[in-house]
Structure formats: structure tokens, C-alpha cells
């Protein structure tokens, strides 16, 4: 709650309070006594009037789908209703004009509600964020009929979206993919590279003459060539360190890192993925999970999974991809090529760090 | 009034029903008023009133933009209220339908200027705002006068005075450093009578062992009674021994024993401290005989340098009760002529009396000497009446014309004076040099005050009544000290202000001394504070201890004749106090809370009883809500979403809850018209509610 007070309409207030004052002193009975109460009664009565038309005050807002994409328009609706017996007069709606676009409620729109009355706004809302945010109506404001007291309350029910955020080409940019994939790294399940094998089957056309084993050939006088094994592909692993700031400090700030981190690294294992790569990422949803992405279907796994929110149930799933962080950095696991991918870099510190 | 109920049953009906219909249903109730009040002929006006009420509630509801007309009524009508007010002074609030009509047209103006100049003249605040403004206005009692800011100006002042005491300690501290000397307001007899304001710095500090009050039984009530003392700080007189000599021999001659010298006299003592106050006088109880500082007597009046802050003298003096009705008797009837007691005779005499040891008060050559110097009657320079015209005298004359003695014709003088009225904003004398150090000054401030003015504080009644006295030919002088009335409450250290700076006059009668008396209006008359203690309370404790051979005088711990019964009476007062008050106070307050309790849960049993399904839902969910939060701890909080609640609440129930959430969704979010509650859903979340009650 914030109360602001209006220094003009307080000027005015208290000129006239003086006056009442002055009258009250030369005259008696209810023509000088009545104004004077009445003035001294405004400031009280306003406060607690708005806090009534507050208490009494319903907002229930939705988005027509259940994630939101960055950039993308989606329907918008809020109910506000006067649950109260004292009307509500220009109540002024503030929204999170810096996370998201709201385009037929502007900020500051007035609304006034009777006595047990409900009305709908509709509009068009766009996400400037991907992760996982308040968005809509963010707060009401109050005035007093005399413009001297202004009091903001945030709404008891923000709407919280889950914004996807996009996949973009930014991550090829910033990493070297060849050296990526010339490096170690741990072997995919389903993606199979071809090495020569031991068995022996007659050549066929269209085999490649470098599987031809002449030896072989020779002994039995028609071609002969060796059936190829399947060979596990070399594999990275993403570390994401996500900034562990409380829920109630993320700001705008936050916010816009939020967002680059995410399509940062959704963008890499949607690119590492194309390339054929497996990548393997760590990183934190509630406790600290390893996906492994090596097929659209397991990019889609972690890509709703990401979208679900990045955070950390508590300090010790925090501390644990620390402490990840710093045996990557000291290359302890020599097996394997990390990414680390820091959200909030300290001094020092790069966005990404690779550690091979 | 009849309007405003119509009004006010009006809204109260549109809650239920359509507008026009609303202002029909909130004038029925005329009906059953107009039988009601048709054969009252107390109030013949409440009918047409009643009748106007019904007209005013119907056609305002059907002119169109009624309430910006309304408004503008309003300012015209705030017009004619005030003329009304200020040329013929009508609404002097002496009727409550004043007060309300004053009230109404507040509320009225005050929409009409936030319409005016808030709105721009287009969507005013609702008037229910402005009526609880109203209603709260009218619960507010108004005075006639207008508002006293006297006693906003004495706490003004006493908070200046606060800091100019601060200010006067500082610089006191700091005056020895440069030599100074420092100066404070202590009153003298240059006082020449025009406007003061009074102050509130601490002059002296009293303390004593003493009760600050007498006790009494109250012969009308029968209950014991406390009598704040008033002491009378004299100055420049110092120790008056021959006065107790002579009043010693007054009381021998009327054979007085100590029994009957308990009824009007009372030994008393006390420490003084001097504050903020530089004077060479020395400032004592106007009766002491006995004064000290350290072990060293005090003999002068004046002393020859000036007392600094911090100066401390002890005082022994005799307290008498002017008013004691025996005492009164003596004073009339003294005799012609009084022979001294010898020195010894007067030794054994005070020893009888009170247990003093006279040979500390005085010596025996003082003794001698008093008696032999002092010649009878007082000084000439009392009978001094320079100033004083045959007004003054045909005055006095007329007042004390039907006096028998000296003693009445004081008492009468007393009496006409305290008819004056008192005021600090007066004037002084004719020549604004008048003052009272001399018989011309107090005659000039008297003449002016007593035939011209008519208003003034003790110099002028001590000044005519001097001047009186004088002329009626009795010896008369003015005492300059301070009045200071002790408070009920004991404390250690009595401070005496600025404010109670004081004088008064004495006159002296032969054969008894110099006797004070109080005309200031604003104060008791001396005549008027009575110990109400008889010669036979004498028989009580504080005989029986003088006979068991302590001597009630010689500590500072003076008994006060009832003590115990004292004790015992404040102990009554609150087992009383007690019973009486808090008792009562603690009932009504449980009671209070034990009904709000109990009403809120009946507004609650009855707004779900009566309430609408998707209310009942409503309340469902929210007390399922707050059931859970309580459950898990606080762990749980309230983020918005009933999917965190459905994953709090037991297994067994969970699915069921589940439904339940999903009904109250419908009912918030969705559209078309079957999205309310049916009665078995409404059922299903009592149930819910219920088992988790459990």
C-alpha cells in the first residue's frame, strides 16, 4: 500500500479548514460548528472509505491459453466487481506496463463500480518476457472526493503467466559449433554414428568401397564387405546457473536477464539438437534436473519444463549447481565438454563459460 | 428528517428492486406514520411535515438531472442560511431540527463543490460519502459559543513557560560565570494593578511530612471529608515573634487551654526551597515564629544580600483557623486591655498549649523587650490614608455602618469587595505610577477599581480594602507572598508558581494582632475554610499521645486527628471504586465482546442461510481456503490458484474438492447462463467445508 498526498488539494483543504476555524471562533451554534466538523471528518472518513471500497474490491483476470509465447497476442479479460454497499468512484487501474502490453486498458484507466456491480474489460495482451511473471492489473488507486489523499494497493490476485520464451538464432552466434563437436563428450543413446565392423556380408551396390575387405575378397573371389556397427555420438552438457533472487525482488531488471538466459538456452538445444548434436543440460526447476536432448521430442520435454519457471525450492538445490559450477570450472570431470551458462554474472564472470 | 428516512429507505430498497419501484415502497411507510401521527396534536407540525417528506421523496425522483439541480439549490441555500445567521441571528442551534438542517445543507454544499470543482460538473462522488460525513457531523454535540481558545493559550503558554524555564535554569547556571546576577518575576508591592498574565515558573519548592489536607467528619453526610490546606507565604516579614507573644497572651487571657487550642491551632513545618525567584525577602508562612537556615536562625525579614536558587530555610508556624466559630467569638468579644504574661508564665504556657520549648523562639530579654516596647495598638503609619477622597470614606462609612466591633466591620468590608468581579485584565490606578508601597497608590488603584472599573485582582481588593480599614479606622496593611492551595495528592516536593503569587490585607484588631483576610473573589474567603474541628477532638489520638509523652511537634510527622479512620476510608473508597466502576466496566465489556462475537456469527449463519448459491459458494471456498491455510501451518499461502488448496487438502477428499474448485471457477470466469451453482454442488461444498471442519 502506498498513500500519496496531494500537496494542491491538501492546500485547499486546510484554507478552508482555517477558514471554518476562523468562523467557528466569532460565532457559535450549528451554522459555524457544522461546516468545521464536517471538514475535520473528510480526511478520516476518506481513508476509510477507500479502505472499504479496497476490502469489498474483486479482480479476476485470465489469458485465453495456459502458456503464453513472448511476442505473441493472446485474448485478455478481467472481472472487477464491487462487492461492497459504497459505490467505487474513479478507481484507477495501474498494469504491468513495462512487462507486457495491454492494448485497450491503458495504464491509469478509471473505472467506476455501484453498489454490487461487476464489469469486464477486455484486450489484447503481449508479453514482453519469456519466464514465469505477473502480468495484467497490477495495482488500484484511491482518491478522496477532494483530491487530498491518493492510496495505491497492489490486487490481492495478480494474474500469473508462463511465458515461452522464443527460439531464436542467437546462441549460433555466440558459440563455435565446430570446436564444439570435435570435442569430447558423452555418448546418445539413440544417435549412432557408423564404424566398421567384423562381420562379413557380399558386397551390394551402393556399399561404400571403403567397407570392402579385400583380404577377404580375394579369398573368396566375389566382393566382400564388413557390416558397420553402431557407435554411441559424442555429446555436451549445458549448465544453466540461474539467479537465485527471491520472487518478490524480481524486477523489471531481473526480468530482461531472465528472458536472454532463457532464450539463450532453449536457442542452443533447439541448435545443438538440428546439428545433431546431443546435449545434455542441467539445470534448476523447483530441485536441480538433467535433461538430455537429443530428439525433438526430448527439446519439447525441456522446453515446457523451462517454460513451467527456473527456480530453486531452496539454498541447498542453489548450492548445489554451484558446486557443479566450480567442478566444471576446475575441469575435474575431464570426460566431458561443459557449457556453463551463468544468468547474472558477477565481476569477472562471463554470460558463457566453456570448460573442456 | 421525514425526507431523509424516505431517502434512506429508498436506497435501502433499491438494493432489492428496480428504481421507480424502490421510490414508491420508501413512502409506504407513511401510511402507518400518517395514523399514527393524525391524533397527535402535541406536535400538529409533524403531519404537514410528513406529508412535504412524502411530495419532496416522489418528485425528486422523477425530475430528470435532479442532482446537479439539487446541488445547485444548495449554494443558494448556503446563502440564505448565512444572512439568515449573521443579520438576524437566526439558527442558534436552540432547536436539534437547526442543527440537522445546518448539517444536511453542509453535506449538500460540500457534494455540490466537489461536483463543482473536482468533477468539472460531470460525474460527481457518491453521496454516501457526503451522508456519513453528515451522520457523523450530527453526533457531534455543538456549543452555542463560539470555540474558548483559552485553554489552547494556556497550554501554549505553559509550554513557553516550560521552555523559559529551561531557558532561565541554563542561564542561571551560566550568570555565575559572568557575574551576573539573576533576575526572575517575584511580586512586590510595585504591582500597580494593570493587565497581567500569569506565569508558571516554579518560584519556591515546599516540602513537608505534613498531609497536605485536613480531615473532617461531615456532620451532614456523616462521611469523613478531606480539606485541602492554603498556606499564605508572606514576604519581608520574617519571623513575627511579637505577634505570637501577643497572640499567646490573647489566648491567656481567654484562658485557653490545650484542648481548646487544638480546635483552631495546629503547629506546623516546613522546607523551602527558593526556584526561580532573586529577592533579598525572606519568604515564610505569615504566622512563623521560628525560622532556620542549617542550624542558624533566620531573625530578618530582609536579609542583606540577594537568595540565589537553591537557598533552603525551614519555617515553624502556628496554622490558625480564621474561621473556627469559637475563635470568631474571641475575636469579637477581645477585652480592652491584655497584661503580658511574664516570661516564664509564657514558657509554660506554650508548653501546655502545643509542647513547644518557647526559649527557642524567643529569648527571654526579647521577651522583655517586646513587651515593654511594643506599645499598644499598631503604628500610625496603618492609619495612613493619603489619597484617600470623601468618596472613599462615605463608602466605607455606608458598608460598615451597621458593625458592632472592628471584627465585623473587616468581615463586611470582605464581603462587599468579594461582589467584584475578578479579572487579570484590569487596570491600574489614575496615575499609572499608583502602586501599593504607599497609602496614595493603593487609594488611587482603589478609587479607580471600586467606583470606575469594577474588575480586578487581589492589588485592587487588597488595595481598597487597606485603604477601608483605614478609613473606618481600623490599622490595616497589605501581606505580599504567595497563596498557594496544597493538592489532595502527597507528594515530596510542592511546587509553587509564579501563578500563585498573591497579596492580601490584614487588619489589625486590638489585643488579638494583625488578623488576614481574603476579598479576592476568586479565592475562598478565610471565613469560609474551616477546619471544622471542636475542642472535643482534642480528646482523641493526638491527646493520648501528647499524654504518653510524645510530643506531636517536635518531628515534622504532626499527626492529623484521623489518621487511621483515614486509611481505612481510602481502603473503602477502593473496594468501592472497585465495585462500583470496575466491576461494571469489566461486565459490560465482556458482554460487549461476547455479543459481538455472537452477532457476527449470526450475520454470518444468516447471510449463508439467506444467501444467494453462488454466495454460499463463495463462503464455501473461502472458509475451505482459510481451513487449509490453518491446517498446513502456514506453510500454505494464498497465491490465487485452488490447485495449490486441492493439493493441501487430505487424499480422500481431494478429488471431491476438486469439484468443487472447478465449480467455483465456472461460476467466477465463465460465460452463458447456467454457469451458477446447482443446489447439489452447493451441497457438495458444505460437505467439504464440513469434513474438513472435522
Redesign the interface.
Known sequence: MKITIIKKGLIVYLAALTAG?VF????????????L??LL??IP??II?IFLNYAFLRV?Q?VEVHKLTKGEDHKY?A?IENAGV??I??MEIGTFKSRCNLYEIPDKTKL?LD??EKKELFSGVNCLFAGVYDVGIENVSFTD???IVSATFNI???F?AVVKPRITEIAGKTLDLENLYSSRGRKSERLLEDTPGNDIRPYVKGDSLSAVNWKVSAKASKLMVRVPDKMEKRTLSILMNADNTPESEQDTDFLIKRDYFLEFVVSAAWLFGNQGIPVNIVYPAGVVREQFVDSRESFMEFYNTVSDGVFYSSDLEYNKICNLEKACRSNKNDRETWIVITENPGAGENFISICD | MFFMLFTALYYIFRLFISGIAAAVFSTVPALFLFFLLKDLSALPVLLPAMILGVVLRLAIHFISNREKKLLYAALILDIIALALFIGRSSFTGDNPAEKVMCICLVALTLSAVQTFFYESNSFPFPIYYFLIIAIITMMIPMKKEPIDWNKAVDLGQRFVYRIESIASDISYRFSFAFGDSYTAGYSSFTSTGKKIVEGERTQLIIETGEKPYYTYLDEETGKNKKLRKTLYLAGGRGADKVQFAKFIAFLHAYDIDRDRVFAFTEVSNIELEYAYIDTKDVIVPSSAFLITEGEKKVEEGISAKQHKKGYRISAKYLDIDYANPNLIAMIKDAPAEISWLTYDEACNYVDELWGLQFTQIMSRDEYESAASETPSGAGNEYLDVTGADSELKELSDKITSGARNDYDKCRLLEEYLRQYSYSKDAVGGYNPDSNMSTAEGMADIAKRFLFETKKGYCVHYTSSMVVMLRLSGIPARAASGFRYAFPFDIKDKYEVSSSCAHVWPEAYIENVGWIPFEPTAAYYALSNTSWHRSSNDADNKWTSEYHSGINPYDSSKASVKVDEDEDEEEEKVSVLLAVKVFLPTVVFTVAVIIMLVLGIYLIKVLRYRYGTPRQKLFYDVEQIKRILIKHSGGKLTDRGLLSDFKEAAPEDIREELGKVFDVFYRVVYGNGDSIEPTAEENELAFEMRKKLMR
Open positions: 476555524i467557528a471562533s466569532f460565532y457559535g451554534g450549528p451554522v459555524a460548528y457544522a461546516p466538523f464536517a471528518s473528510i472518513v476518506s472509505y479476476y485470465e479479460r472481472l459504497l459505490p468512484h474513479n467506476s453498489i454490487h472526493p477532494f483530491h490481492p490476485y495478480s500469473r
